[in-house]
């Protein structure tokens, strides 16, 4: 049974740090494909970053140079999000995802896709910016 719990968000100034967990069980994380998404309220969930087992990291145009996701090299199970430069558009819920990964091509083109691909989601950690 695939679960996926995420920590760490908070309520931040303008321009602080925070760095959300995913801890995931159930699986083994290097045969997923692995993302964070993020919805402000009335707006659609957008992708921020997605990492593989073999260490192959993406980000979205929107978080580049400001996200960095990471994953627990010993144990492999835990993925990470630093936030930096926080700003007020990033206050939204942050989300955990996974889905099975067939090929880097296919963690790739899942991550492109956006949030309907990936079918493990986490319940979700609130980020507040002002």
């Known amino acids: 049974h695939v679960q996926l719990v995420e920590s760490g968000g908070d309520s931040v100034q303008a321009g602080g740090s925070l760095r959300l967990s995913c801890a995931a069980s159930?699986?083994?994380?290097?045969?997923?494909?692995m993302g964070w998404f993020r919805q402000a309220p009335g707006k659609g969930r957008e992708g921020g970053a997605s990492?593989?087992?073999?260490?192959?990291?993406?980000y979205s145009d929107a978080v580049k140079g400001r996200l960095t996701i990471s994953q627990d090299n010993n144990t492999d199970n835990t993925v990470y999000l630093q936030m930096s430069s926080l700003k007020a558009e990033d206050s939204a819920m942050y989300y955990c995802a996974a889905e099975p990964r067939r090929s880097s091509t296919y963690c790739y083109l899942a991550f492109k896709a956006g949030s309907e691909a990936y079918n493990y989601w986490g319940q979700g950690t609130q980020v507040t910016v002002s």
């Open positions: 159930g699986y083994t994380q290097s045969s997923y494909c």
């Open positions: 990492i593989e087992g073999d260490g192959t990291i993406r």
